[in-house]
């Protein structure tokens, strides 16, 4: 089946389409035609700009939003096989029957919140062609938690990704699609040396263990094998029971800075950033090199964190309507 109209329909800016943690489904546009999609409205991403949770799943922001409640039977389902039962198609269904009500609350309640352009930056950031580009050297630094390894572990991962990007491409399915990122950290943290290990890994699908289990071995070997002096560096920097205190602070302040806004902090920074923005002015650096220096993070967050790191201004706490409110004073 030729589906080039379909990728082109999301590549067009006049054409807004509506996902829920999308990043995985606009991949396939940037392979197909070499060009991004555009005009992108994520649930997942808008739902933690208006003070919900970020990531909430489907199942959870449809019954709030929407009142109805999503089957979660077929989750494991032959998906891969034709035809379809009338089940699974009414399970697919109503995968995206509530987006558009969805759309439209959390439309509202964005533009209520003045949130709006805050949402719009990030959901066009999904569509940024840098995170589709596989580079080799880099790839792995792309997967959630690698900021939490040592040397060696990141060697590992590193070998990891690059055998997952080649399984992936033999079964026409993008990587963590194939294979969670979470998967790859936990065969990072504590490496397979022998097939006969690989049952012991948690979510690992048997599938892909019988396939692939050997070259899962030999890319964690070749890991392993790395030189010391060849081993990406760790960013997770051992704080001193002082420095962690202090950055604890600063991470309290910035989650009560976000949730005072209806922000959720996920979305802004993680705690590993602002333990890097702490030691960067502790060591008097211009900070340099986070997230959360640019665009709507700095806007919301980051320029009230650093004017009262810098004892410009004060934030105020109070409680009202059931939340939280942060202000500057």
């Known amino acids: 089946m ?14 807004e389409k509506i996902t829920h943690a999308g990043q995985q489904d606009l991949e396939p546009v940037i392979r197909h035609l070499n060009r991004p999609g555009q005009n992108v409205f994520d649930t997942q991403i808008s739902a933690g700009f208006v003070g ?19 089957g979660k039977g077929l989750t494991f389902s032959h998906w891969d096989q034709r035809p379809l039962s009338g089940q699974q198609l009414k399970y697919a269904a109503n995968d995206v029957r509530y987006l558009p ?4 609350e959390l439309g509202r309640r964005l533009v209520e919140l003045g949130h709006g352009a805050f949402a719009a930056e990030e959901c066009a950031a999904q569509c940024d062609v840098g995170l589709y580009r596989f580079d080799p050297e880099t790839a792995y630094l792309k997967v959630r938690g690698a900021g939490g390894l040592h040397p060696q572990a990141l060697a590992v991962l590193k070998q990891l990704v690059l055998w997952r990007n080649e399984a992936a491409k033999q079964h026409d399915v993008p990587p963590r699609a194939f294979l969670k990122d979470e998967i790859l950290i936990d065969m990072s943290r504590e490496p397979i040396k022998s097939v006969e290990k690989l049952a012991r890994v948690r979510g690992l699908p048997r599938p892909v263990e019988h396939a692939h289990g050997a070259e899962i071995v030999e890319a964690t070997k070749r890991g392993l094998a790395t030189p010391v002096a060849e081993q990406p560096q760790s960013r997770n920097i051992e704080e001193t029971p002082t420095d962690k205190h202090r950055a604890d602070a600063l991470w ?20 590993q950033e602002i333990g890097r923005l702490y030691r960067q002015l502790q060591a008097g650096e211009t900070p340099n090199g986070l997230r959360m220096l640019t665009g709507w993070r700095h806007k ?30």
């Open 2 to 15: 030729d589906l080039r109209e379909f990728w082109e329909l999301v590549a067009d800016p006049a054409v």
């Open 52 to 70: 919900m949770a970020y990531p909430v799943s489907l199942s959870k922001l449809v019954r709030e939003v929407v009142g109805a409640r999503l």
């Open 101 to 104: 009500a969805i759309r439209v």
């Open 252 to 271: 309290a302040v910035t989650q009560c800075l976000c949730i005072g806004q209806k922000l959720d902090p996920d979305l802004v920074c993680s705690r």
């Open 300 to 329: 919301a967050v980051t320029s009230t964190l650093l004017e009262l790191m810098e004892g410009k201004v004060g934030v105020s706490l109070g409680w009202r309507d059931g939340g939280l409110e942060a202000r500057r004073n």
